[in-house]
């Protein structure tokens, strides 16, 4: 699985930290970044049959900040044509 560019994609995190991989993101004024992922096929097949996906956050031993998976696509348009989360 990795992250993947996408049309709403604001910045790109650790984009010059060779210690960690580039994630693309988009963030909204409310500070929600949501990033965007591609299963390769094995991944999805194992999904496929086991139902399960794991979620492994870097807290950092600091207070972990809510987080959410979604399989639906999370943008919609407001009245001035950009891009926010539903």
């Known amino acids: 699985m990795e992250p993947i560019k996408f049309k709403e994609q604001t910045l790109t995190y650790a984009e010059n930290q060779p210690e960690y991989n580039p994630l693309p993101a988009h963030k909204d004024m409310f500070g929600r970044v949501t990033s965007c ?25 600091k207070p972990l900040t809510p987080s959410l998976l979604k399989v639906d696509y999370p943008f919609v348009a407001n009245m001035e044509g950009e891009s926010i989360i539903k």
């Open 37 to 61: 992922w591609k299963l390769t096929f094995r991944e999805r097949i194992k999904i496929l049959f086991t139902g399960k996906i794991w979620l492994i956050l870097l807290s950092f031993n």
